[in-house]
Nanobody
Framework: VQLQASGGGLVQTGGSLRLSCAVS????????IGWFRQAPGKEREFVSG????????YYADSVKGRFAISRDDASNTVYLQMSSLKPEDTAVYYC??????????????????WGQGTLVTVSS
């Protein structure tokens, strides 16, 4: 099971970015996928997730209405479209897989495998 996050970068306040999480070694039907982020000096926090079918999604209140999670089964990739970005969105973003695919956990410890992280910096 491997996950690789990409798509981070520097963007101005109000801008947009799309993060990608390419998974290998399993299909998206086998796992739930979550996006987390960690800002300097802060704990890792849940951002968004989707269950095994992609039919159910969940967002942290801080990103609701601005971020959208989706998946492409053909490429085995999960996306996080981020819009109306704010300086407080600055963090390293990680994707992770949970082998209990029916749930969308907000607890980092429930996730079994993690990508390497991609840095998002939002300038004011």
């Amino acid at each position: 099971v491997q996950l690789q996050a990409s798509g981070g970068g520097l963007v101005q306040t109000g801008g947009s970015l799309r993060l990608s999480c390419a998974v290998s070694g399993f299909t998206l039907d086998d796992f739930a996928i979550g996006w987390f982020r960690q800002a300097p000096g802060k704990e890792r926090e849940f951002v968004s997730g989707l269950n095994w079918s992609g039919g159910r999604t969940y967002y942290a209140d801080s990103v609701k209405g601005r971020f959208a999670i989706s998946r492409d089964d053909a490429s085995n990739t999960v996306y996080l479209q981020m819009s109306s970005l704010k300086p407080e969105d600055t963090a390293v973003y990680y994707c992770a897989s949970d082998d209990k695919p029916w749930r969308i956990s907000t607890t980092p410890g429930d996730y079994d495998a993690w990508g390497q992280g991609t840095l998002v910096t939002v300038s004011s």
